[in-house]
């Protein structure tokens, strides 16, 4: 069974802070995604990675990077955490091939900063 | 870049009719189209999903179809129940673009919320 962790499920963070949210997926999936969920938005593709140490920017990567140092993990980093940074953030991992792949999504991290 | 529109926002049917949830996409390059479940706390959780070379398909009360020349698809649950309450996703993508087949990621609509009335 696919498993897909996050690192907090809640984080309080305060205004210029820099802001580590870790996943890890253990079912060597190649392709790993972020996205932030908020209310009437539904979810939006922030950074995801095909492959270790690339990255491709997603709709609004910008206030956002990427690390991605092994196959397991893929690190979202607030290098100066906003105030409209305040939003759930969802991890996904998936197998890579044609054809498209279900993405199998973390529990998610709700982040606040004040 | 890829859009995707969903309507309608929010869906209220009786236990036991069907639901019907559209979706149009605006790339022509999109290959892929899941359909993702989110439960109200919950991760969302994928349900169905089709790929661009087939025109519908069908798992027990869930459906979909797809019309590439319109860029329109469209979920169908029939006999709905009351666990069927959530809020639905579409989404569309074009996997393989990269090397080794990694694929973008995944352009959502905002969601649909689907009541359902006892």
């Known amino acids: 069974d696919v498993k897909v962790t996050q690192s907090s499920r809640y984080l309080v963070k305060r205004t210029g802070e820099k802001v580590f949210l870790e996943c890890v997926q253990d079912?060597?999936?190649?392709?790993m995604f972020w996205y932030r969920q908020d209310p009437g938005l539904g979810l939006r593709l922030i950074y995801f990675?095909?492959?270790?140490?690339?990255?491709e920017k997603g709709d609004i990567p910008e206030g956002y990077s990427v690390s991605r140092e092994k196959k397991e993990r893929f690190s979202l980093i607030l290098e100066s955490a906003s105030t409209n940074q305040t939003s759930m953030y969802l991890c996904?991992?998936?197998?890579?091939?044609?054809?498209?792949?279900?993405?199998?999504f973390g529990p998610g991290t709700r982040l606040t900063v004040t | 870049g890829e859009n995707v529109e969903q309507h309608p926002s929010t869906l209220s049917v009786q236990e036991g009719d069907s639901a019907v949830i559209k979706c149009t996409y605006s790339?022509?390059?999109?290959?892929?189209f899941p359909w993702y479940k989110q439960e109200l706390g919950k991760r969302p959780q994928l349900i169905i999903d089709?790929?661009?070379?087939?025109g519908e398909k069908k798992d027990q009360r869930i459906a979909v179809t797809l019309n590439k020349t319109a860029k329109h698809f469209s979920l169908h649950i029939t006999e709905t129940q009351p666990e069927d309450s959530a809020v639905y996703f579409c989404?569309?993508?074009?996997?393989?673009?990269?090397?080794?087949?990694?694929?973008?990621?995944?352009?959502f609509g905002k969601g649909t919320h689907l009541i359902i009335q006892p």
């Open positions: 079912m060597d999936h190649e392709n």
């Open positions: 990675s095909y492959d270790v140490k690339m990255k």
């Open positions: 790339d022509s390059a999109s290959n892929y």
């Open positions: 989404a569309a993508s074009n996997s393989g673009r990269y090397s080794g087949g990694g694929a973008d990621g995944l352009t």
């Open positions: 089709i790929r661009s070379n087939v």
């Open positions: 996904a991992s998936s197998l890579a091939g044609t054809g498209g792949y279900e993405q199998y």
